[in-house]
């Protein structure tokens, strides 16, 4: 696909981020790392939660999607890194087995003011389990390196 610079990116561009699976081995194991709560690493309680079962934590499910962006569009580009995301809404419980879809929506491109060598992208981004249905969505913010006046 060849690397991508700033301006390669327009207003509703969708790119697709490619999918992941995910395994109850993995929630168990995040969440006793990083979100011990009993409906995140105990099955059993799980099943008397709201849940009514095991469920990856917020984060994981976050951290599931960074894995896609890094992969899917990230490693093709001039990426400078990130200021953080506007929003993040866990919007449906991943469970183990679930397969996760991830995409981004180019929402704004700006040329830096104060950086001339880089741009600034705004993206809405999601997540879809196997069923459809919505789990993660967020807005990002993205610095991209400008393509050189020599290319």
């Given at each position: 696909?060849?690397?991508h610079y700033f301006e390669?990116?327009?207003?509703?561009?969708?790119?697709?981020?490619?999918?992941?699976?995910?395994?109850?081995?993995e929630i168990l194991a995040f969440a006793r790392q990083f979100d011990p709560q009993p409906f995140h690493i105990d099955p059993e309680r799980a099943k008397d939660s709201i849940f009514h079962g095991l469920v990856a934590s917020g984060w994981h499910t976050a951290s599931?999607?960074?894995?896609?962006?890094?992969?899917?569009l990230l490693r093709e580009t001039i990426s400078i890194g990130s200021p953080g995301v506007d929003e993040v809404?866990?919007?449906n419980p991943v469970r183990p087995?679930?397969?996760?879809?991830?995409t981004l929506t180019v929402l704004e491109c700006n040329p830096s003011r104060?950086?001339?060598?880089?741009?600034?992208v705004?993206?809405?981004c999601e997540m879809v389990n196997q069923k459809g249905e919505?789990?993660?969505?967020?807005?990002?913010?993205?610095?991209?390196?400008r393509r050189p006046a020599n290319l």
């Open positions: 696909m060849g690397i390669d990116f327009h207003v509703g561009d969708t790119f697709d981020l490619g999918s992941i699976q995910v395994t109850e081995e599931l999607f960074m894995r896609l962006l890094a992969d899917g809404r866990w919007r087995g679930d397969r996760l879809r991830a104060s950086r001339p060598s880089m741009g600034i705004r993206s809405a919505v789990v993660l969505t967020l807005l990002g913010i993205h610095f991209f390196g």
